[in-house]
């Protein structure tokens, strides 16, 4: 007959929250299909054309309000750029059918540093894409309640723990889960894009008054066309996340480069069209308002190109359209959640980061990557307190920095593999990589002082720790190497049983130490020089042959004591192998175990410096 043991209480809490656990053998079942791959890996990339004209605007606005007439030809060139680097990564995708990753492809086409370089960018621009996403779309709730402005970052990070808990639940649940918002906003968009299209040839409404672009001077053409540059960097946030889908290859179903690929050019289709068309309706609103986000009359440009589409800011269609765009903001976090964790999987596999990230938890997803993305996540909301304006400058250098080494790693690629169409191939990626190269000298060179600093000074910082860890991994892999004929050598072994009180506990523990091989001794730390009799006594009464070692405490302190005769016995003996057994009392209810006292815990992290000595807790049970 079989004994089913019955769940803690923590247990039964986490599968209340999280599900039951998925076996290994159902991991294909777990995958996706386009249908849902596109809200688990475009989210990110969709959600940006809520605020990338908006950050084209807000650069623009800086110099004149006759600069914003660029505004509509700056995002064509960005429009131009999403589907060239979009048709790379497609390449990418067929090349490496089992996910290719910046980090992969510069790694195995250019090298360790390029490799690590790129998973840098990447980690940084994963933890920038949840801060952003959510504070994006925290400030779209406000445009309709703004007296919540004053609660941006408490408001962030209940959004942060709520995609990373949806995440946590599985690959598959969080699809489900995030693919209403996705279809919903694109759908929303579509509706407001036709609904502005048929407003603006239909009605008659003043155009923008625009101030005259101070065009005299060779002054004014040099800071025209820093403005220009600085608005199109700016606009570029539109373009992170392209790369998600060729990351996560892996995460579709069979055929999963085929698969991976037609998501790849939804989104890129999908993404142009939203963003072309929200840029054109704000060049379309008379009274265009561009106010810092932390200003009590803030609307967002999407917002105000929804009013101007649906006529009234009563209509309930604008009310629609906030609350998908809110949804997606928020839930756009997730293409960052589903690749951070792969990503952090991959770099410590090869051993540059913590090995416990490669881990697959009982849900079949890297549970202490999302884990470690949320905390990074959520201490820079609270650092730059939520606030939108403050996020983007750090934004896109990391993701052009990845995006550059990984289509210069696949035009090598292609001249070493020269595979069926491999000319065709060379010459997308090499445009991609010469377009991504000069966009992110075009970032850096805008964005410096506005905190992309940050980001760069970071890169070397990542590498360094990359390398520091590698360096010990390698370092413990060379120490624990088996020779040939390993020499194990015999030394002494001494045990002891610590004796707090004498009871059924200890004589459990007891029978276990002497089964032990080498001497044994009990030992009994005297708080109390009033109880040391009766003890000595009931000791005594039990019969054994183990002696009692009594050790004084003079600070009634019960580890001290312990460690120094643990030291002494090593001092006389440093090779004799010490085990210290300690009886651990276990009870069945939670709330009960508030009333034991375990110093086992603190032994064991008091004597884990020392070399040759273990510490053994022998539990026993009490109803």
Known sequence: MSVTSKPSAMHRIRRFLLGAPIPTSRAHHERLSPFLGLPVFSSDSLSSVAYATEAILGVLILGSTGYLSHQIFI????????????FSYQQTIHAYPSGGGSYIVASENLGETAGLFAAAALLIDYVLTVSVSIAAGVLAITALYPFLLQHLVVLSLACILGV???????????????AFPTYGFVVSILVMIVFGIWRAMTTHIPTQVLDPTPWAGKESNHALMFIVLRSFAAGCTALTGIEAVSNGVQAFRAPESVNAAKVLRWMAFLLSILFIGISWLATKIPHLSLLPNDDKNYTTVCYQVAVYAFGSAGSWLVYVVQLFTALILILAANTA???FPRLTSLIARDGYLPRYLARQGDKLVFHNGILLLAAAAGALVVIFKGQLDLLLPLYAIGVFTAFTLSQIGMVVHWLKDKGIGWQRSIVINGIGSVLCAIVLVIIAYTKFTEGAWVVLLLLPIFYGGFKLIK??????ALQLELDEAPDIPVHGHMVLLLVP???RGITQALEYATMLKGECQAVHVTINEKNLPDLQRQWTHIGTE???????????SLIAPILGYVDELRQDNPEVLITVVVAEAVSTKWYQRVLSENITPQ?????ASRRNVVVANVRYFLN
């Open 75 to 86: 995002s064509i060139a960005i429009v131009v750029l999403i589907v060239i680097i979009a």
């Open 164 to 178: 990373a808990y949806a995440n946590l639940r599985g690959v598959r649940e969080s699809g489900a889960i995030f």
């Open 337 to 339: 959640f589903a690749d």
């Open 471 to 476: 360096v010990r991994y390698d370092s413990i």
């Open 501 to 503: 009180r004498v009871h």
């Open 546 to 556: 183990v002696p009692l070692v009594v050790l004084p405490s003079p600070f009634r």
């Open 603 to 607: 032994l064991k992290g008091a004597l």
